[in-house]
Structure formats: C-alpha cells, structure tokens
C-alpha cells in the first residue's frame, strides 16, 4: 500500500509539475477583433500583428483576424466586452480615442473603459488632416475665409477622422464640415476619390506608409493641411509658413 501510495503521489507531482511547465497558450489559437473594415491601416497593422506576435509568446498561439466594423470600431469593443468570453483568447483591436463616447454618455456604450485589460500599442501616431490638392484649401486660412467649408470624412464619433479636426477648430477658429457614416478608411478613401469628400484626419505614419495616400502624396493629388507635432517631419518638403499650416501643442501652452 506504501508503494502504491508514493506512486500515486510521485505520478500527481509529475502531472502537475508537466501541466506547469506547458504554456497556457500551447495549441491554442487566439481571435485577434479588428473593429475596422478591410484594406485600412489599422486593419494592415492589426493583421502584421497577428503575424509577428506568435513567435514572441509562450506556447506560440495560432492567432486569426476577424474584422469587425461598426461605429468606428464602438461594435467590436461592445463585443469583447460583453460577449467574448474573458479566457485570453480573444484580443481586440479598437481606435484609442473611443472613450469619448463614453465621456458623453452615448447610449450605444455598453463598455466600461477603463476595465479593458490593455495589453499595448502597435505605434506612436503623428495625427495630420489631408485633402484634395485641387481644390481651393491649401491652408487654414484659405478654410478660415472660404465661404463653404470642406468636407472630411470619418466613420464615427470617437475616431481620428471626427475628434482631430473638432481640435482643430477650437485650436485655430475654424470649421470643417465633418460627414460621418463610413465603414472605414478604404471607403474614405474612395469617397475622397470621387469627390464626395475633400478631406480626412489619419496618422502621418499611415499617409505615408500605405496605399493610397503613399501615391496621392507622390503624385500631387493630396496635399496635408495640418501637421498635429512640433517638429516638421522630414517627409514634407520644406516650404513658406503661409503653405501649410503647423499645429503644435508646445507652442499653444
């Protein structure tokens, strides 16, 4: 019976001691939520993402994308928050402004911000505003004085797309005409083809890193109205205050 018992008791030790030692995340696969549509930046990143982080985690996950739009990625948060169960397996990737809407009471919130576990950020963004080089605003102070303001499109309260130009015309006193309800950037950006819209918010890093707007710059289509940093970055060409227009946080304190 002793002999039974000490090796019942040494093959638990070992179990447990195997169980220890293998990865939680060992033949495992994680959802990565994208509340973005297809073809965007956030939607380019997320995915290289998904690609690059399994070697760099324990037991080497399988990780698949799921794209989620809606609301500017407010749909996908309302799901890992509420339906996706808390297990690690499921990761989402959301705008980092849409917490304002929950600042502002928005019924659709069904989320608590600040009980998301984070886990980080791809990048640090440089945001600018960018628009159409053929029409007539090639600074703030041609939008300050045109008698019809420019048309930015964006997908939601919260985004990039609505809450930059919004700081914007606190900051410099002047008007966009923000036109909200597209899926994601791909469709703004094929709205700013056609001319449904005359200009958009995004980051400097997706202006100038993705296509389209890596040969809108090139080719002249587009030019950037606002650079949201304090230093000019080395990919504008340089040129005359009065031809662009420079916001910097440092220099309104």
Known sequence: MKRIAFFLFFTLVCAHRASADSPFFEDKTIRLVLGFSPGGISDLWARALARA???HIPGKPNIISQNMPGAGSLS??????????????TIGFVTPGLYFNQLTDMKEVKFDWAKFSWIGSPERTVRIIYGRADTPYKNLEDIRNAPEQPRCGATAFGTVGHYFPRLIEEVAGIKFSIVTGYPGAAE????????????????????FGSEPTR?????????VLVHGSPKRDRGFPTCRPSTRSWISAK???
């Open 53 to 55: 982080m399994t070697p």
């Open 76 to 89: 996908a948060a309302n799901y890992i928050y509420n339906v996706a169960k808390p297990d690690g397996l």
């Open 215 to 223: 040969s809108w710059s090139k080719s002249g289509f587009t030019r």
């Open 251 to 253: 220099r309104r304190r």
């Open 188 to 207: 703004i950006d094929l709205a700013m083809q056609k001319g449904e819209v005359q200009c958009r918010a995004g980051s400097l890093e997706g202006y």
